[in-house]
């Protein structure tokens, strides 16, 4: 198993860039999770999905952050437009039948820096 | 607020010593109570999950425990290793709160040869 997967590893954009993070998650699983993670804040949970559809994004900072599932198996973090606090490491998590209980599999992230 | 708080901020053992985290919080009711190891520059592993009527869960040299009386859990880390040199999460969910999560600051260990 290839386990959850992201891209790019690492992106480095300037403020006001349009940036795309995505990720696919493990085959099988049905809930899908976009965390960022800042020395300040640490882990935050921005949204997740169950069954590609958007439960909660209440964590979604602002309207320039959108998120999206097309099918099962793909998922994009969108950042239009990017600011230099977005900075961060972005991490997608997959978890299989979505209980709250159910353990989360998180792939190697995606450092962002927006200068 | 619901709270999650994690002591020490950070930590040096030997390795083969044993060790032990704490976490305190405030949120109340919990659904879950979640402990995670961040190796540097990897995403999260789930070590454990309980939930608020269980009191203790292990998984290998690492023991959770979870007093829902006085709001404290703790990972205990048995003959530690130079690979448990990493940052331990300590995450609570709240009831009825779906995926609603409080991470803790995490607990950076270190593990000296």
């Known amino acids: 198993d290839a386990g959850v997967i992201q891209s790019p590893r690492h992106e480095v954009t300037e403020m006001g860039q349009e940036v795309t993070l995505r990720c696919k998650p493990i085959?099988?699983?049905?809930?899908l999770f976009w965390y960022r993670q800042t020395m300040m804040r640490g882990l935050e949970l921005l949204i997740y999905?169950?069954?590609?559809?958007?439960?909660?994004d209440s964590g979604m900072p602002e309207d320039r952050f959108s998120a999206k599932m097309p099918n099962a198996s793909f998922s994009t973090l969108k950042i239009q437009p990017s600011e230099p606090r977005d900075s961060a490491v972005y991490f997608c998590?997959?978890?299989?039948?979505?209980?709250?209980?159910?353990?989360?599999?998180f792939g190697p992230g995606t450092r962002l820096l927006v200068l | 607020k619901n709270q999650v708080e994690q002591s020490p901020q950070s930590l040096i053992i030997l390795e083969g010593k044993n060790c032990t985290l704490q976490?305190?919080?405030?949120?109340?009711?919990?659904?879950?109570l979640r402990w995670y190891k961040q190796d540097t520059g990897r995403g999260p592993v789930s070590l454990t999950i309980?939930?608020?009527s269980e009191n203790t869960k292990s998984n290998g040299r690492y023991t959770a425990t979870l007093d829902a009386d006085t709001k404290q859990s703790s990972l205990h880390i048995t003959a530690s290793q130079l690979s448990d040199s990493a940052s331990y999460i300590c995450?609570?969910?709240?009831w009825g709160g779906g995926f609603k999560t409080i991470f803790g600051a995490g607990t950076r260990l270190f593990v000296k040869a």
């Open positions: 976490c305190n919080y405030t949120v109340s009711p919990f659904s879950n």
């Open positions: 998590a997959s978890s299989h039948v979505g209980g709250v209980q159910e353990t989360q599999y």
């Open positions: 999905f169950n069954n590609n559809v958007p439960i909660d």
């Open positions: 085959s099988g699983h049905n809930s």
């Open positions: 995450v609570v969910s709240p």
């Open positions: 309980m939930t608020f």
